[in-house]
């Protein structure tokens, strides 16, 4: 992702576009004014094997299902057509791998590398590493666009009313598979080429919050862990909460994939360009709420792209290879540590 915040301050050599698990405005801009390329993105499509021979096999996690609070108000319309979601056979828990990003949002961009197709290559291998563990895997998406199809489309919703139809998929794709844990992979983005390492957001106002921040906190230390065991030094942001990573005119956004149901308003969506009708508002309905995440989850920023030490990283096969290792480790050890 990339933080709001900070985007008044966009100037030369590093450019950011927003989004992620969030709403956020975005300045139009393309990868072809980026400089200085200091790194060939050819390098994320390279994907060796790997011998992930550490991580532990499937447990069953048995954890309480939450609650969704009752907002009394009509909810998003449904984007996907849930009975065509094929949940992998088998008898190992289900991960939902969120790779963040797609379509025309395509996150941060600096020194070659695009975010969403970062994302979408490193969803792949973790994807690759606990399938070998034993584990079921959904991705949330499977190309370069969104996780739901025909919104990219000439003559389809673009914008806010595509960012939020996208969103609402990706919760809807897990909440109806059923999955054990929801894991959104970004890398971060911020005009400060200083800023470095890896962090990794959960959300402390869900039913299941415990258990996200242990999920957080597993996939932030293997993943550190695994990075210096493999002879590279990265920085640790460690774990946070997401209630306020995004404040707006006083107002705390918490990530849209990891956080309680969101209200959003007709004035609100009009106002950020989007289509209430594409949301699902009805004539005269002010207000509409998202369907939340129903399973602990997390959001792991894997490096900064902005950086040029975690870019170089980012665009080097066995470094991408150790992060990817370090999220399966996380993941995994989480789930072998849940109470059957
Ligand atoms: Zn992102």
Redesign the pocket.
């Known amino acids: ?2 933080r709001r915040a900070l985007w008044p301050l966009l100037a030369v050599g590093v450019l950011l576009i927003a ?2 698990g969030d709403q956020a405005p975005r300045p139009s801009a393309s990868a072809s004014s980026l400089s200085p390329a200091l790194v060939a993105d050819s390098a994320l499509t390279a994907s060796p094997a790997a011998s992930p021979s550490a991580i532990p096999t499937v447990a069953v996690i048995a954890i309480a299902p939450p609650t969704t609070p009752n907002t009394g108000v009509a909810t998003f319309a449904a984007p996907l057509d849930l009975s065509r979601v094929v949940v992998p056979p088998g008898n190992g828990a289900l991960v939902v791998i969120d790779p ?2 797609g379509g025309d949002e395509i ?2 961009v600096a020194y070659g590398l695009v ?1 969403k197709d970062s ?1 979408l290559e490193m969803g792949r291998r973790v994807e690759r590493l606990l399938t070998q563990a034993g584990y079921r895997v959904l991705l949330t998406r499977h190309d370069a666009g969104r996780a739901v199809g025909g919104v990219d489309g000439a003559g389809q919703p673009q914008g806010f009313s595509a960012q939020r139809r996208d969103l609402q998929a990706r919760i809807d794709l897990a909440n109806a598979a059923g999955a054990a844990v929801f894991v959104s992979l ?2 971060n983005g911020l005009n400060d080429p200083s800023a470095s390492g890896v962090e990794t957001y959960y959300n402390a106002a869900r039913p299941f919050s415990t258990y996200s921040r242990l999920l957080a906190q597993s996939i932030q230390s293997n993943v550190i862990a695994e990075m210096t065991h493999s002879g590279y030094r990265v920085r640790d942001r460690g774990t946070l909460d997401d209630a306020c990573l995004r404040a707006f005119q006083g107002v705390c956004f918490p990530l849209f994939v990891l956080g309680p149901p969101r209200v959003t308003t007709r004035d609100e969506v009009l106002r950020r360009g989007g289509d209430p009708a594409t949301l699902g508002f009805e004539a005269g309905q002010d207000a509409i709420a998202s369907r939340a995440t129903q399973m602990p989850g997390a959001l792991a920023e894997l490096l900064f792209v902005s950086n040029p030490d975690d870019a170089r990283l980012l665009a080097d096969d066995a470094a991408r290879e150790a992060l990817a290792r370090g999220v399966v480790l996380g993941i995994s050890r989480f789930l072998a540590e849940q109470p059957r």
Do not use: T
Request: charged share 10%; net charge negative.
């Open positions: 992702m990339s989004g992620s963040g990003h996150g941060a975010e994302n970004h890398s």
